[in-house]
T-cell receptor
Framework: DGGITQSPKYLFRKEGQNVTLSCEQNLNHDAMYWYRQDPGQGLRLIYYSQIVNDFQKGDIAEGYSVSREKKESFPLTVTSAQKNPTAFYLC?????????????FGSGTRLTVV | AQTVTQSQPEMSVQEAETVTLSCTYDTSESDYYLFWYKQPPSRQMILVIRQEAYKQQNATENRFSVNFQKAAKSFSLKISDSQLGDAAMYFCAYRMHTGANSKLTFGKGITLSVRP
C-alpha cells in the first residue's frame, strides 16, 4: 500500500546533538512538507519542497535543515541551534500535478531532548 | 499572510447530539481551499471534509457538514449524531488554490470530547 513512513516513532536527543528524522513516501507525490506540533500551537510549517533539489523555508525554519535529493525522501535535521526541539513532528506529501490533490500525512515522530 | 483562528480550545458534546466547531480565517485571495482535519489519540491526521471557495454549496460527508460563509471568512464544522469515536483534536486549515504555494496553514486546534 502507498503511504508515508516516518521513522523513528520516538527519538531522544541529548542537548547539543544534531538528529535526523526520516520521511519516505511511495506515492509519487511531488511536494513534501515538515510540520511541528506543540500543545496549544497547532501545526506550524518548518520546510517544504515542491520538486527534487529545491526547498523553501516555512514559518519556523530556524534551527532546522532539510534536503530533497530524491523524490521519495525528505529528511529533516534538527540542529543544536534549535533551542526548544522537544515536539511532535509530522511529514506530509501532496501531488502537485492536480490542483485538488489532497495531503497525505505520516504517523509522526516524537522528539524529546534529554 | 493567511491566518486561521480557532478560538475555542475545548468543547464537549453528549453522544448522539450535534456539535459545531468554529473557524475563521483571513486571506486576500478569492480562490482557495478550506479543510477540517481530525487527529485522534493515535495522532494520525485524517481529512474530514474539504470546501472549495468558488463553490457556494456547503460540503457534506455523512455526519459531517460545514457552514461556509465566504464574506464573513467563516468555516464551521457541524458533527451530527456524535459518536464516541469522534473524540479527537480537530484542526481547521487553509490552502491557496494555485499549486505554486500549496502549503497548508493550520489553526491551533480544538479538543472535542464526547460524553457517553
Amino acid at each position: 500500500d502507498g503511504g508515508i513512513t516516518q521513522s523513528p516513532k520516538y527519538l531522544f536527543r541529548k542537548e547539543g546533538q544534531n538528529v535526523t528524522l526520516s520521511c519516505e513516501q511511495n506515492l509519487n507525490h511531488d511536494a513534501m512538507y515538515w510540520y511541528r506540533q506543540d500543545p496549544g500551537q497547532g501545526l506550524r510549517l518548518i520546510y517544504y519542497s515542491q520538486i527534487v533539489n529545491d526547498f523553501q523555508k516555512g514559518d519556523i525554519a530556524e534551527g532546522y535543515s532539510v534536503s530533497r535529493e530524491k523524490k521519495e525522501s525528505f529528511p529533516l535535521t534538527v540542529t543544536s541551534a534549535q533551542k526548544n526541539p522537544t515536539a511532535f513532528y509530522l511529514c506530509a506529501s501532496r501531488p502537485e500535478s492536480t490542483v485538488r490533490g489532497g495531503y497525505t500525512f505520516g504517523s509522526g515522530t516524537r522528539l524529546t531532548v534529554v | 499572510a493567511q491566518t486561521v483562528t480557532q478560538s475555542q480550545p475545548e468543547m464537549s458534546v453528549q453522544e448522539a447530539e450535534t456539535v459545531t466547531l468554529s473557524c475563521t480565517y483571513d486571506t486576500s485571495e478569492s480562490d482557495y481551499y478550506l479543510f477540517w482535519y481530525k487527529q485522534p489519540p493515535s495522532r494520525q491526521m485524517i481529512l474530514v471534509i474539504r470546501q472549495e471557495a468558488y463553490k457556494q454549496q456547503n460540503a457534506t460527508e455523512n455526519r459531517f457538514s460545514v457552514n461556509f460563509q465566504k464574506a464573513a471568512k467563516s468555516f464551521s464544522l457541524k458533527i451530527s449524531d456524535s459518536q464516541l469515536g469522534d473524540a479527537a483534536m480537530y484542526f481547521c486549515a487553509y490552502r491557496m488554490h494555485t499549486g505554486a504555494n500549496s502549503k497548508l496553514t493550520f489553526g491551533k486546534g480544538i479538543t472535542l470530547s464526547v460524553r457517553p
